[in-house]
């Protein structure tokens, strides 16, 4: 782009300030800015007030500092000298001007109270702060984005209006206040932090019954896909809630607490005791978003390397009583959090979507009303199919499909907390995950991969590389 022009209006307060102004504008200068300064562009026999007035009239001059100190400010308000005529000009055109980005203040001296020395007709606007020498370069690069009308921050580009937001009838779980209440006990510490936690759990535990599909019309699938969508807040409130808990507080008290949680929530993904007809798929909304909230925890756990946490998760069974699923065995493991969908199989042969897994498309694209990088939910499902694979030695009814690793082709490589476990100190704190001594406890399993005596999870050409995704070779291989 074309060099700005940029006009300095100053005071000659001292020669020091003369001094600190041209000393400014060869820095601006240096930086690609075409300066105008009276020092270097008025001459003998030039008019002055013209060349003030040059800064309003002169269409190539973009952009004008307002460089103020004491002097400058009594001047400017006073209406006194040249500075008073430039205020007059500077003035009237900030007023009357709908676009306010062509001036901006520079300051350069406080009064003992350190309140900026500005003109009155500037005092309500923004301004650079150049006064403060450890801030100098931050607010020197400030003003160089003015210039150039390159801001740091920029406003993303807008979305559409989530569809959840648009349904009728909307759904409350009633967990606000004791959502607010868990968040500020957790992060402050309080005495009743678990207590509170707890609550919320109990709450959300309690009033997720609201989103059980009963009465319905049209097709199933839609109406699933529609109650998926009406859950997103409190799935994010919950989202917020580890987050809170992974980065502040993830003492043991409060992970069982969420084990706890996890394991009320069991039942919705299976017939009610008093229900005595039924499909398979009655129960598919809530399979979804279990499921999803699982693989949330486990994916936060991870990102902040509480690895200890994550594998209370994963290594404690789940008291289940009265579920016919599993007849008299009441206690369940983690992968009963991952349950089977019919409804989106059946949508995506109804509307011929030819997905290969309507349930990863989901996952992925609901990732973007989050803080949490999808790739950490890829983490998450891989560390939690390799744990159930050595558990359960690929047993089917036991095992963990990973959903979101039909994705793999958008992160290749292995993921994050193996690639660092090539450190052994890490390795070391990674292995609670899959409760091993040493790499070599993946050998036989791995072994078994390429001898396809176990099968790997497949999307019609599309499959997974555990070897590649552990970084197998070089796990715990430096210190």
Request: charged fraction near 30%; aromatic fraction near 16%.
């Amino acid at each position: 782009m074309d060099s700005p022009k940029v006009f300095i209006s100053y005071s000659w307060s001292s020669p020091n300030h003369e001094e600190w102004v041209i000393d400014f504008a060869t820095r601006l200068r240096e930086s690609g800015a075409d300066v105008i300064l009276d020092k270097w562009d008025l001459r003998e026999g030039h008019d002055a007030i013209a060349f003030m007035e040059k800064m309003v009239t002169d269409p190539e001059i973009k952009k004008v500092i307002i460089i103020c100190d004491r002097v400058y400010a009594e001047k400017a308000d006073r209406r006194e000298g040249g500075v008073g005529t430039e205020t007059q000009i500077i003035s009237k055109e900030i007023y009357e001007k709908v676009q306010q980005d062509k001036f901006v203040a520079v300051i350069v001296e406080k009064d003992e109270q350190g309140k900026p020395y500005l003109p009155a007709y500037y005092s309500s606007r923004i301004y650079i702060d150049l006064s403060q020498p450890d801030k100098y370069i931050e607010n020197f690069e400030r003003l160089l984005r003015w210039i150039y009308d390159q801001p740091l921050y920029t406003k993303p580009e807008l979305g559409q209006k989530p569809s959840f937001l648009s349904e009728s009838g909307s759904i409350s779980l009633g967990t606000t206040l004791s959502f607010n209440r868990a968040i500020d006990a957790i992060k402050n510490e309080k005495g009743y932090a678990a207590g509170a936690l707890n609550e919320y759990f109990e709450v959300f535990a309690q009033n997720l019954e609201k989103f059980r599909i009963k009465d319905y019309e049209g097709e199933f699938d839609e109406v699933v896909i529609k109650n998926i969508e009406a859950f997103l807040p409190y799935r994010n409130e919950a989202i917020q809630v580890f987050l809170v808990l992974a980065r502040y507080n993830p003492k043991e008290e409060f992970i069982e607490g969420l084990h706890r949680f996890f394991e009320s929530l069991i039942p919705y993904m299976f017939r009610p005791k008093d229900v005595t007809a039924w499909n398979k798929w009655d129960f598919d909304n809530f399979r979804f978003l279990i499921h999803e909230l699982f693989l949330y925890a486990i994916s936060i756990l991870l990102k902040f390397e509480r690895f200890q946490q994550a594998a209370m998760l994963l290594r404690q069974g789940y008291y289940v009583p009265g579920i016919s699923d599993y007849g008299r065995n009441v206690m369940v493991f983690f992968h009963v959090f991952r349950q089977y969908m019919r409804s989106l199989e059946y949508r995506n042969e109804r509307l011929k979507l030819r997905r290969l897994s309507l349930r990863a498309d989901l996952l992925k694209d609901r990732a973007s009303y989050t803080e949490i990088d999808f790739r950490y939910l890829m983490q998450a499902d891989f560390v939690l199919f390799m744990r159930a694979e050595l558990y359960w030695e690929g047993k089917l009814s036991e095992t963990w499909w990973p959903e979101t690793l039909l994705y793999l082709d958008l992160f290749p490589g292995p993921f994050e907390i193996f690639a660092r476990a090539e450190s052994s100190r890490y390795f070391e704190k990674i292995k609670c995950l899959f409760d091993i001594d040493t790499p070599k406890d993946f050998y036989k399993i791995l072994e078994e991969y390429r001898s396809e005596k176990r099968k790997l999870p497949r999307w019609e050409f599309n499959s997974l590389n555990p070897e590649s995704l552990l970084n197998f070779g070089k796990l715990a291989t430096r210190p």
